[in-house]
């Protein structure tokens, strides 16, 4: 037997599914930001070009990579 909490988890549950499906479409159709989203810089169009979905400038990836 369900109850309320059950039905709204099953509801959040699908929405982030959806939200995700979304997102994951938009990188693979390759959309990407103008700016780079830790810095805020402008990502040279040669990289958005180079890189399909690119989010970050060159140094901020870098430095994400390293820290990794």
Same mark, same amino acid.
């Given at each position: 037997? %369900?109850? +309320?909490? &059950?039905?709204? !988890? +099953? ?5 982030? &599914? /959806?939200?995700?499906? +979304? !997102?994951?479409? @938009?990188? @693979?159709? #390759?959309?990407?930001?103008? !700016? =780079?989203? &830790? =810095?805020?810089? &402008? /990502? $040279? ?6 890189? %399909? #979905? =690119?989010?970050?400038?060159? $140094? ?9």
């Amino acid at each position: 037997m %369900t109850d +309320a909490f &059950d039905r709204a !988890q +099953a509801l959040e549950e699908m929405q982030r &599914d /959806i939200a995700l499906a +979304a !997102q994951e479409a @938009k990188m @693979k159709a #390759g959309a990407m930001l103008m !700016q =780079c989203e &830790d =810095c805020g810089e &402008d /990502i $040279p169009e040669a990289r958005r070009r180079a890189v %399909t #979905g =690119c989010r970050r400038c060159v $140094p901020c990836q870098s430095e994400r990579e390293r820290m990794r």
